[in-house]
C-alpha cells in the first residue's frame, strides 16, 4: 500500500513539475513591414551620397533552446527584408537587407519583472542589390551587447507587455554599432501556468511587436576607401510562438 502510495506521489510530482516547467526550446516567426533609411558616405569626391528610403515586407526567424533553463540559452535566427518592396518603385533604388546570428545567452538573475541578459553573438550581414551600385556584403563578425526586457505588470497578465532594449558594449568588426528598442505583446494561446519570467515566453503565443533599430558601420581597411554606413528600420511585426 505505502509502495502505491508513493508512486502515485511520484506521478503527480513528475506531471506536477511537467505543468509549471515550459519545454527547453521555442520558434518564433514574424512577418511585417518596416520602413528602411539606408545612408552611405564615402571619403571620395567621386562617389555621390547615398541616401534611400525603402518601404517593404519583413521576415524574422528565431530558434532558442535552454542549455541550462533558465540561466543559460543558444539562440539561432535571420532576417531578411526586400523580398516584396512597396517602395520606391526605381529597381536601381531598392535593395534586400539580411541578417543572421547564433548565439549564447547568459541570464543576469535581477526580478520577476526584469530578465537581463549578457550576450555574445557571431553575426552575418549582407545587401543584395543590382549591379552593386551600393550597400556592402557579406559582413561577419562577433558582438557582446546586453539584452534588457521589462515585464511590468507581471506575467499574470492575459495580455503580456514588455519593452525591450539591446546596445553594443563590444564587437570586432568595422566599428559595428547595432541597437534596437521596441515593445512586444504576447497573448497567450495556453495557459501560461504562472510561468515565472522569463521563461512564460516559451508558451505558445501570439506575438506583436514594435520595433527601432540603427546598425552604423565603419569601414576602413588598406587599399580601400572609407566608407560610412547607417541602416535605419522602423516596424511592425504579428508573429506566431511556438
Same mark, same amino acid.
Given at each position: 500500500?505505502?509502495? +502505491? @502510495? /508513493? ?14 516547467? $515550459? $519545454? ?24 555621390? #551620397? #547615398?541616401?534611400? #528610403? =525603402?518601404?517593404?515586407?519583413?521576415? =524574422? !526567424? ?7 533553463? $533558465?540561466?543559460?540559452?543558444? +539562440? ?6 526586400? /523580398? ?22 547568459? =541570464?543576469?538573475? !535581477?526580478?520577476?519583472?526584469? %530578465? ?17 551600385? &551600393? ?31 539591446? &546596445? ?22 495556453? +495557459?501560461? %501556468?504562472?510561468?515565472?519570467? $522569463? ?5 505558445? +503565443?501570439? @506575438? ?10 565603419? *569601414?576602413?581597411?588598406?587599399? *580601400? ?7 535605419? =528600420?522602423?516596424?511592425?511585426? &504579428?508573429?506566431?510562438?511556438?
Amino acid at each position: 500500500m505505502k509502495r +502505491s @502510495v /508513493l508512486f502515485l506521489l511520484f506521478i503527480y510530482s513528475a506531471f506536477s513539475y511537467a505543468a509549471v516547467n $515550459p $519545454p527547453r526550446w521555442r520558434f518564433e516567426y514574424n512577418y511585417g513591414k518596416v520602413k528602411t533609411e539606408y545612408h552611405e558616405e564615402q571619403l571620395s569626391i567621386i562617389f555621390d #551620397k #547615398k541616401e534611400i #528610403k =525603402q518601404t517593404a515586407d519583413f521576415h =524574422q !526567424f528565431i530558434y532558442q533552446y535552454y542549455l541550462l533553463p $533558465p540561466w543559460l540559452d543558444f +539562440s539561432i535566427g535571420g532576417n531578411i527584408t526586400g /523580398l516584396q518592396v512597396d517602395e520606391p518603385s526605381e529597381e536601381d533604388q531598392q535593395f534586400q537587407y539580411l541578417t543572421a546570428f547564433a548565439n549564447i545567452g547568459i =541570464q543576469i538573475p !535581477f526580478s520577476d519583472y526584469w %530578465n537581463v541578459k549578457l550576450v555574445t553573438e557571431s553575426f552575418y550581414t549582407s545587401m543584395i542589390v543590382e549591379d552593386d551600385k &551600393f550597400g556592402f556584403k557579406n559582413l561577419r563578425g562577433t558582438q557582446i551587447y546586453p539584452e534588457i526586457e521589462w515585464l511590468p505588470f507581471g506575467s499574470d497578465m492575459f495580455i503580456q507587455i514588455s519593452p525591450y532594449l539591446k &546596445f553594443p558594449i563590444w564587437s570586432d568588426t568595422g566599428a559595428r554599432k547595432e541597437t534596437t528598442i521596441g515593445i512586444k505583446l504576447n497573448i497567450p494561446i495556453r +495557459s501560461p %501556468n504562472q510561468m515565472r519570467f $522569463p521563461t512564460f515566453a516559451y508558451n505558445t +503565443s501570439f @506575438v506583436l511587436k514594435f520595433f527601432y533599430t540603427n546598425m552604423s558601420l565603419d *569601414f576602413e581597411k588598406k587599399g *580601400f576607401i572609407s566608407s560610412e554606413f547607417e541602416v535605419r =528600420q522602423y516596424g511592425l511585426l &504579428f508573429g506566431m510562438n511556438f
